[in-house]
């Protein structure tokens, strides 16, 4: 159930899509925020507009030092941090052979070890504290593949893994993990924000081709709402016992439900072929 109690956030990526509309939410709603930018701009913008309950903080958080001063600024101007949101991040969108190796880097370096930095920074403050909540935006694509979604694909689902062993390590010192795992919302994910390589390999055209095409075409028009997310990501964090992972959208639960009947279905029929690679009983 929601409380009353203030809860002071630190949401990274809040120039657009679920940031932007996270942020909004918790200042409306009596939180605190501290959001993190690009620019010094639209920081001193978020900080004017917050009426002393916000404060926006230049980071980019590929940079570790910059993340690490971020959050200082953060926890000298709220006074202390409760929940991390691990937000910012975009889309490589291209088939596995194509994406150059600069690229994949970079989707690496924003989605993956962007988030790390940004644990490595707030998680002594936490464990200090001995609470906190951290949420990790992932993707439906953090546990189920797609054609031409890859690279990202695989971004995601490190990002998946970090927080499910986070939550192993830090769940006895009374800090809280979730995964949150979007299907199609409408932001800019899947227009300005993404990265495309076209596929220029004919033999991908059916696959990667045809899948680039629909993400493309169905941009704007997603049915997932960032407001009804941010809500619902406010709602959790004020929950006694929140899941370790949340699938956003009924897609999201429909593929989530998909990839682990699959998976449980594959189990079924290899079971006793993978049983049979150990040694056996006695030996």
Avoid at 29 to 58: C, L, P
Avoid at 264 to 269: C, G, I, M, V
Wanted: proline share 5%; hydrophobic share 40%.
């Amino acid at each position: 159930m929601a409380t009353s109690t203030p809860k002071h956030w630190f949401i990274t990526g809040v120039s657009t899509g679920f940031g932007k509309e996270l942020a909004a939410y918790c200042l409306e709603h009596g939180d605190k925020v501290a959001a993190t930018f690009r620019q010094q701009h639209q920081a001193d913008e978020f900080t004017q507009q917050a009426n002393g309950q916000g404060v926006g903080v230049v980071c980019d958080v590929t940079d570790e030092q910059q993340v690490q001063r971020a959050v200082q600024q953060a926890i000298e101007a709220l006074g202390h941090l409760d929940v991390i949101v691990n937000n910012a991040g975009y889309g490589s969108l291209g088939s596995i052979e194509e994406v150059p190796a600069a690229e994949v880097q970079r989707q690496f370096d924003v989605n993956v070890f962007g988030p790390l930095h940004v644990l490595r920074a707030v998680l002594p403050h936490l464990r200090q504290r001995r609470s906190g909540h951290v949420l990790n935006i992932t993707s439906i694509g953090g546990l189920k593949t797609f054609p031409g979604v890859g690279i990202y694909n695989a971004s995601k689902f490190a990002l998946e893994a970090i927080g499910e062993s986070l939550a192993q390590q830090v769940g006895p010192l009374g800090i809280k993990v979730t995964n949150i795992e979007p299907s199609g919302f409408r932001t800019d994910w899947a227009g300005r924000s993404a990265s495309y390589v076209d596929t220029q390999i004919e033999d991908y055209r059916a696959t990667v081709g045809e899948n680039l095409r629909g993400i493309q075409g169905y941009s704007g028009k997603q049915p997932g709402d960032p407001q009804r997310a941010a809500r619902i990501m406010f709602d959790v964090v004020r929950q006694e016992n929140p899941p370790l992972h949340l699938p956003l959208g009924k897609a999201a639960v429909k593929g989530a439900r998909e990839k682990f009947t699959a998976l449980l279905d594959e189990l079924a029929r290899a079971a006793d072929l993978g049983d049979s690679a150990d040694f056996p009983a006695g030996e």
